[in-house]
């Protein structure tokens, strides 16, 4: 049987305008390490360094060479992609053991902080990577990757509390939307900056110019985070409340995690649509972080081509997620993540098809990308907050950012591996299908209203 929950934790507290505002600016402030670092310039630039420690040429069309990370030997091109899949193995460890310290500590915010700053902080130690420190670039995406998600988990555990289950869906689109816009600006400016300052047939000048571009992402994520920091407030949730003055919050924090382990069986169908989530979002989340590198390796597009793709896809996402926020407020989160899902597999079908050196086709797929990408995301955050127990949000947020913004793992680690064994970035792509097909099927399976009403939660009008 589920646990008894007060009613009284049911109602969200009363939030205001300059709150939400504040939440939203967090997306604002992080959506520049998603887009300038994970979906256009860290890929390249990190690959490009690795292929140069295998001691392959720089600027070279192709590169077949090995580098031996601890003694394991690793093809050049696919070093990146395997990195992605070790992060989202630590944030197993990491993101619900965050999320269950949130729940019980009663300075939430300061979490925020430390997770964020951390975050920055490694993305800005980029100006170091130069020459064939692929090592180095590992390590320091390996920690601002983890201090990214574990921020997310905090900064999502938020939304119940800023609306009521009708709200959400709202709230949560608007949060990404503003995201995009943030993102969206920075990536404007880089690409600006690789215009003008971009020498034909200098290679070394377009990697120098990826890795101050990393760096600007680090320095405006620390930059706006100050602001959510100071508009939003803390709304402790009961269990941080009865712990005040006993007890230490990172000792509750892990003894509170093993108690929902040990009882999460209790929830059976907010389970089954977290797993749903972690397919689906999975292939989306390695179809955003791998573009540029299959655009880059397989296409041989340009570094501009693939900024003004990308600056296309966050200006585009910015009226997606809105859109698609407002079909949720007629036919549901549920129906209309559903829908989006059939988009995503026509977009990989269609992505396999593109002709190489053709950068009209590939602009014209990451438009349709954009529609699609916001809503699909942005809803899923808000139907999983209709799905947790009260006053557990941190946690069951921190199982949820396994596969959110960046940290997917088997996406990757099937890309890597196909490519490994087959030097071809087009069926690497491929084998996401299965990641949309099967999350399609997990997700239409989910009795969304009998989920909400189990985990002790009013629905909304429309599902």
Same mark, same amino acid.
């Not at 959506?31 to 256009?40: C, Y």
């Not at 902080?113 to 590992?138: K, N, P, Q, S």
């Not at 880059?296 to 570094?303: A, D, V």
């Given at each position: 049987?589920?646990?008894?929950?007060?009613?009284?934790?049911?109602?969200?507290?009363?939030? +205001?305008?300059?709150?939400?505002?504040?939440?939203?600016? #967090?997306?604002?402030?992080?959506?520049?390490?998603?887009?300038?670092?994970?979906?256009?310039?860290?890929?390249?630039?990190?690959?490009?360094?690795?292929?140069?420690?295998?001691?392959?040429?720089?600027?070279?069309?192709?590169?077949?060479?090995?580098?031996?990370?601890?003694?394991?030997?690793?093809?050049?091109?696919?070093?990146?992609? #395997?990195?992605?899949?070790?992060?989202?193995?630590?944030?197993?460890?990491?993101?619900?053991?965050?999320?269950? &310290?949130?729940?019980?500590?009663?300075?939430?915010?300061?979490?925020?902080? &430390?997770?964020?700053?951390?975050?920055?902080?490694?993305?800005?130690?980029?100006?170091?990577?130069?020459?064939?420190? #692929?090592?180095?670039?590992?390590?320091?995406?390996?920690?601002?990757?983890?201090?990214?998600?574990?921020?997310?988990?905090?900064?999502?555990?938020?939304?119940?509390?800023?609306?009521?289950?009708?709200?959400?869906d709202g709230i949560s689109s608007r949060g990404w939307a503003i995201g995009y816009l943030g993102?969206?600006?920075?990536?404007?400016? $880089?690409?600006?900056? %690789?215009?003008?300052?971009?020498?034909?047939?200098?290679?070394?000048? +377009?990697?120098?110019?990826?890795?101050?571009?990393?760096?600007?992402?680090?320095?405006?994520?620390?930059?706006?985070?100050?602001?959510?920091?100071?508009?939003?407030?803390?709304?402790?949730?009961?269990?941080?409340?009865?712990?005040?003055?006993?007890? $230490?919050? =990172?000792?509750?924090?892990?003894?509170?995690?093993?108690?929902?382990?040990? $009882?999460?069986?209790?929830?059976?169908?907010?389970?089954?649509? =977290?797993?749903?989530?972690?397919?689906?979002?999975?292939?989306?989340?390695?179809?955003?972080?791998?573009?540029?590198?299959?655009? +880059?390796?397989?296409?041989?597009?340009?570094?501009?081509?693939?900024?003004?793709?990308?600056?296309?896809?966050?200006?585009?996402?910015?009226?997606?997620?809105?859109?698609?926020?407002?079909?949720?407020?007629?036919?549901?989160?549920?129906?209309?993540?559903?829908?989006?899902?059939? @988009?995503?597999?026509?977009?990989?079908?269609?992505?396999?098809?593109?002709?190489?050196?053709?950068?009209?086709?590939?602009?014209?797929?990451?438009?349709? &990308?954009?529609?699609?990408?916001?809503?699909?995301?942005?809803?899923?955050?808000?139907?999983?907050?209709?799905?947790?127990?009260?006053?557990?949000?941190?946690? #069951?947020?921190?199982?949820?950012?396994?596969?959110?913004?960046?940290?997917?793992?088997?996406?990757?680690?099937?890309?890597? @591996?196909?490519?490994?064994?087959?030097?071809?970035?087009?069926?690497?792509? %491929?084998?996401?299908? &299965?990641?949309?097909?099967?999350?399609?099927? @997990?997700?239409?399976?989910?009795?969304?209203?009998?989920?909400?009403?189990?985990?002790?939660?009013?629905?909304?009008?429309?599902?």
């Amino acid at each position: 049987m589920a646990e008894t929950v007060s009613p009284t934790l049911h109602e969200p507290p009363s939030s +205001t305008r300059r709150e939400r505002r504040g939440w939203y600016l #967090y997306d604002w402030a992080n959506s520049a390490f998603q887009t300038t670092v994970i979906t256009v310039f860290l890929g390249p630039f990190l690959t490009t360094v690795t292929e140069l420690a295998a001691g392959c040429e720089l600027g070279a069309d192709s590169c077949e060479g090995y580098v031996h990370p601890l003694g394991i030997r690793v093809a050049a091109g696919s070093y990146y992609p #395997y990195l992605i899949s070790l992060s989202v193995f630590l944030t197993v460890f990491v993101l619900p053991v965050m999320g269950a &310290i949130a729940d019980r500590s009663m300075h939430k915010k300061r979490l925020l902080a &430390i997770a964020a700053f951390t975050g920055a902080g490694a993305t800005t130690a980029f100006a170091f990577v130069a020459g064939e420190r #692929y090592l180095l670039g590992g390590a320091l995406f390996l920690v601002a990757n983890i201090s990214f998600g574990a921020a997310v988990v905090v900064y999502n555990s938020f939304l119940p509390q800023l609306g009521g289950p009708d709200e959400r869906d709202g709230i949560s689109s608007r949060g990404w939307a503003i995201g995009y816009l943030g993102g969206g600006l920075l990536l404007a400016l $880089n690409l600006v900056a %690789v215009t003008m300052l971009s020498e034909e047939g200098n290679p070394q000048r +377009t990697l120098d110019l990826a890795r101050w571009s990393i760096v600007s992402a680090g320095v405006w994520w620390a930059a706006f985070t100050l602001v959510p920091l100071r508009w939003l407030r803390e709304h402790p949730a009961a269990a941080a409340a009865a712990r005040v003055g006993g007890g $230490n919050v =990172l000792t509750d924090g892990f003894r509170q995690l093993g108690h929902t382990l040990r $009882n999460i069986k209790a929830y059976p169908l907010t389970l089954f649509f =977290l797993l749903a989530f972690l397919v689906y979002n999975d292939g989306i989340q390695t179809v955003i972080t791998l573009a540029s590198q299959y655009g +880059t390796k397989e296409l041989r597009l340009g570094q501009s081509t693939l900024i003004t793709t990308i600056l296309l896809v966050q200006f585009l996402a910015f009226g997606g997620a809105l859109a698609l926020g407002a079909l949720a407020g007629r036919i549901g989160a549920w129906k209309t993540v559903l829908i989006s899902l059939v @988009l995503w597999t026509g977009v990989i079908i269609a992505a396999f098809r593109l002709p190489a050196e053709a950068p009209l086709p590939f602009m014209v797929l990451g438009g349709a &990308i954009g529609l699609v990408l916001g809503g699909s995301q942005a809803l899923s955050r808000s139907l999983f907050s209709q799905l947790i127990p009260a006053g557990k949000e941190g946690e #069951y947020y921190g199982f949820y950012e396994i596969s959110d913004k960046g940290t997917s793992w088997l996406g990757p680690l099937a890309f890597g @591996l196909v490519f490994q064994l087959t030097a071809s970035y087009r069926v690497g792509l %491929v084998s996401l299908l &299965i990641f949309f097909v099967v999350g399609f099927a @997990l997700l239409a399976a989910v009795p969304i209203r009998r989920a909400i009403v189990a985990a002790g939660n009013t629905p909304p009008r429309v599902l």
